[in-house]
């Protein structure tokens, strides 16, 4: 829930009474640039509200994304801790695509806030949660999410970071396929890929590409670090650390 100030603290009763998303619409062209309000999400709005306040927006590093950033606390708790000395705010939200996203950063959550650097992931749920997505189309929200960044936060440098390869849907039975290299799903993530990689000027704007790491040399996901073949576990987000904290030192300069 929102005030005009912003993100403000919500009660269980209101969490409780939160609208369920609706079946998806066709997506078209606007969808993925076009920003929405996801009021299912309030209860994850209200804890970002509380961890700006308790920061008081003093943040050198910002996290923008999914459930991909959102788990890093908690699944990678470990080496989550090693961002401690950049003072880092998260604002992964579970389940949110690029319009989702795109809303929350036009409607507060950016305010009064200076980082050097802001980490963006965003993209896997335009793709996995709808089949008629097309990556130009999320490559846009991508690059909508991105422009409002600088526009916002013109002295913040921004580190893209590739979408993960992933496997695709869960099935009845609750279990989310592997994905080998030639899946549609990986196609869908590799061209969406490509496009947003464009996006760097390496000015203002960085790219980096950790996907190999997660794959075999087959190019079949790696389970030991992607187990439900989407999210890391402990082990992935350490590996994902690794890859990243040179680039992001270097931007923290």
């Not at 790491?213 to 030991?224: I, N, V």
Request: charged fraction near 25%.
């Amino acid at each position: 829930m929102k005030t005009p100030g912003g993100w403000r603290f919500i009660t269980a009763a209101c969490i409780a009474q939160a609208a369920l998303p609706a079946a998806p619409s066709p997506r078209t062209e606007a969808s993925a640039v076009t920003p929405v309000d996801a009021t299912w999400h309030a209860a994850w709005h209200g804890k970002i509200a509380a961890k700006r306040a308790e920061g008081r927006g003093d943040f050198d590093l910002l996290l923008i994304g999914d459930s991909i950033l959102d788990l890093w606390p908690t699944k990678g708790k470990a080496s989550y801790g090693a961002f401690a000395p950049w003072k880092p705010l998260n604002l992964g939200i579970s389940g949110e695509s690029t319009e989702h996203v795109l809303h929350r950063l036009l409607h507060g959550q950016l305010d009064g806030l200076k980082p050097r650097v802001a980490v963006v992931m965003i993209g896997t749920n335009n793709l996995g949660h709808r089949e008629d997505e097309r990556p130009e189309w999320a490559a846009a929200g991508v690059r909508r999410i991105v422009e409002t960044v600088r526009t916002r936060l013109p002295e913040t440098r921004i580190l893209l970071l590739a979408i993960l390869p992933r496997g695709g849907n869960r099935g009845a039975d609750g279990i989310r396929p592997n994905s080998r290299p030639t899946d549609l799903i990986r196609r869908r993530v590799d061209e969406t890929n490509r496009i947003i990689a464009q996006l760097a000027d390496d000015r203002h704007v960085f790219f980096l590409d950790v996907g190999d790491l997660f794959t075999a040399a087959d190019g079949s996901l790696r389970m030991d670090l992607l187990p439900d073949a989407l999210h890391p576990n402990e082990a992935g987000y350490q590996v994902w650390l690794e890859a990243m904290k040179p680039r992001l030192a270097a931007l923290m300069q």
